[in-house]
C-alpha cells in the first residue's frame, strides 16, 4: 500500500467538513498529509494525473444507493489512474438549518444529489414542500445555509458540517435505511500496491461484440477459478449509441495471484480490451479462503501439465 508523507499532497473533494475528509482523516499517514481542497471530484482526478497533486482520494460506492456514477464513470474512461486503497466510513446524513430555524420554515434543501437520493424517503415526508437544490458536496451546502441563503434553507450534510458552519441540526441520521456507509478509493498515477492476501482488482472489460452470452462469457472466467465478484456493473460506453455497454468488475484477490492473472489473461484475448484500474487493500474482512484453495488447484494443475511434458519429444 502506497504510504503517505507529511509531503504528500492529497486532493479530496471540498470544503471542510464533507464526508469526504472524514474517511480521509481516518488514515493516519493521509490525515498528516498536505491536503488540497477541490470543488468536485472530476477535479481531483484531473489534479492527479496532471501533477498537481500525487495522491486522490474519492467516493466510489453508496450502500444506499449503489455506486457513485461521476467517480467510477471518470476512473473508467476519462482517466489513466490505479486505485492504491480503499476506505469505508460509516455515514450519518443530518438536517442542518441556522439556529432557531423549525423544519415548518424550510423551503429550500441543500445537498449533493447523492446524499439527497439517500434521504428521500425523509426529505418527502417531512420538508416534502420544499425545493431540493444541488450542491458540489454536503459540506458546501451547509456553508451556502450559514452564509449565502439564510433562513429558509437547510442542508444535508455531516455532523461536523454542522459545529463548523454554526449551524443547528434539526434531525440527525435522516438516511432511508440504516446501515448507510460509503466505499472511497485512493488514486495515484502510478504503483500497484503489493499484494496483502485481502485485496482487491477492478477491471473494466468491453465486449468484443454485443450479442447473446457475451457477459456470461465474461462471468464464467472468474467462476471457473473460484474468483469471488464483490461487485459487477454495467455502465453505457459513452461513445457508441444505446445499447453499447462495458463492464466494471471488483474481483476479490490481486494481479500477483496467479488466478486472477489468468483469468485477466483469458479475458484479454477473449474481450480485447480491458483496462486494469487497480489491485489494492480491501477493506473490512471477507473469506479468502476459497480463493487459496483455488489457486494451490491451480498450482498443482499446472505443474502436472508441466510434468506431462518433460516427456515431449
Request: charged share 25%; with cysteine.
Amino acid at each position: 500500500m502506497t504510504a503517505a508523507t507529511p509531503h504528500t499532497r492529497v486532493g479530496f473533494l471540498g470544503p471542510r467538513g464533507t464526508f469526504t475528509e472524514q474517511a480521509l482523516m481516518t488514515q493516519p499517514d493521509l490525515a498528516h498529509a498536505e491536503h488540497v481542497l477541490y470543488r468536485t471530484m472530476p477535479d481531483v482526478l484531473d489534479a492527479v494525473e496532471n501533477g498537481e497533486v500525487e495522491l486522490g482520494f474519492v467516493a466510489i460506492e453508496n450502500s444506499i444507493e449503489g455506486t457513485v456514477n461521476l467517480s467510477q464513470d471518470e476512473l473508467a474512461f476519462n482517466h489513466d489512474l490505479l486505485i492504491q486503497r480503499e476506505v469505508v466510513l460509516d455515514i450519518e446524513h443530518c438536517l442542518m438549518a441556522q439556529p432557531g430555524v423549525t423544519i415548518d420554515e424550510i423551503k429550500v434543501v441543500l445537498s449533493i444529489p447523492v446524499a439527497s437520493a439517500q434521504c428521500h424517503a425523509y426529505l418527502r415526508n417531512h420538508v416534502g414542500q420544499a425545493e431540493l437544490r444541488a450542491a458540489n458536496s454536503t459540506a458546501e451546502a451547509a456553508r451556502m445555509v450559514a452564509e449565502e441563503l439564510g433562513r429558509v434553507s437547510a442542508a444535508v450534510a455531516p455532523r461536523a458540517a454542522a459545529e463548523l458552519y454554526g449551524l443547528e441540526v434539526i434531525a440527525p441520521d435522516i438516511a432511508d435505511h440504516p446501515g448507510n456507509q460509503t466505499r472511497f478509493v485512493v488514486v495515484a498515477k502510478e504503483g500497484i500496491p503489493a499484494p496483502t492476501g485481502h485485496d482487491r482488482t477492478a477491471l473494466v472489460i468491453y465486449q468484443r461484440a454485443d450479442e447473446p452470452g457475451s457477459l456470461i462469457s465474461i462471468l464464467q472466467e472468474f467462476a471457473a477459478r473460484r474468483i469471488n465478484l464483490s461487485n459487477l456493473l454495467s455502465r453505457p460506453t459513452k461513445d457508441g449509441g444505446l445499447g453499447d455497454y462495458c463492464f466494471v468488475v471488483y474481483a476479490d484477490g490481486h494481479v500477483a495471484d496467479e488466478l486472477v492473472a489468468d483469468a485477466m489473461r483469458a479475458l484479454r484475448v477473449k474481450q480485447g480490451n480491458v483496462k486494469f484500474l487497480g489491485s489494492y487493500p480491501a477493506a473490512g474482512e471477507h473469506a479468502s479462503s476459497a480463493r487459496e484453495h483455488a489457486d494451490v488447484r491451480w498450482r498443482e494443475a499446472d505443474e502436472w501439465i508441466q510434468h506431462l511434458r518433460t516427456d515431449i519429444r
